[in-house]
């Protein structure tokens, strides 16, 4: 598919990478019924998705946990660190209660889908991640850190005491999944004043996006790991 997306601007180009044929198929089937959409490669292997994606430098990337030779999290990595201005990774899988996805957040992966997702989820996903947003589901992260994250003792983390009043309450209420809308909404702020503390949780914190803000809080032990 090609063309221009809605409102003239131009699709979103989407990788998508999953060592089952029919799984590549679905997922472009449904990412290019939408106009604003567009599948400009596929990979079957971490080995194959990584040079494809450096030299495609698509938008987002939709990529599988489980493939052989390199799986998605050493793929993830490998992008991302190689990069300057890396796509934004969904991890697609199977079971969400998976030491594979969590090291996948870990690695840098803005969030994940099942596949067994509706259409409906996985196109906004692929627009939500494009925008900059990260796709947090606060129950499974939660679930994912206490089965998996290393231990650590209550603000343990070394940026903790760092975080103003406002941005650790900004950090927990990001951790229940609230867009910068409901942010907004909930501190009775400005959208622009939300971005700046945001922002600068991310930057002490190290993190390069809301998931992986989210990650490091409970690894530090500033949010408490109970399933």
Known sequence: MSGTGTAGRAPLRV?????????????????????D???????????????LVRSLAPDVVLMDVRMPEIDGIRATE??????PAPPRIVVVTTFENDAHVYDALRAGAA????????????????RLVARGDSLLFPAAV??????????APPA????AARLTEREAEVLRLMATGLSNQELSQ??????????THVAAVLAKTGARDRTQA???????GFIMRKS
């Open 15 to 35: 990788v998508v990478c999953d060592d089952e044929r029919m799984v590549r198929t679905a997922l472009r089937v449904i990412l290019e019924a939408e106009p």
């Open 37 to 51: 959409l567009e599948v400009v490669g596929e990979a079957a292997t971490g080995a194959e998705a990584v040079p």
């Open 78 to 83: 490998q992008i991302l660190a190689t990069m």
């Open 111 to 126: 969030g994940f889908l099942l596949k067994r997702a509706d259409p409906e989820e996985l196109t906004g996903a692929v």
């Open 142 to 151: 939660r679930s994912l850190a206490a089965a998996y994250a290393p231990g």
């Open 156 to 159: 343990a983390a070394p940026w």
């Open 186 to 195: 909930h501190l009775g702020v400005g959208p622009q004043t939300v971005k």
């Open 214 to 220: 989210v990650i490091a809080a409970y690894e530090g």
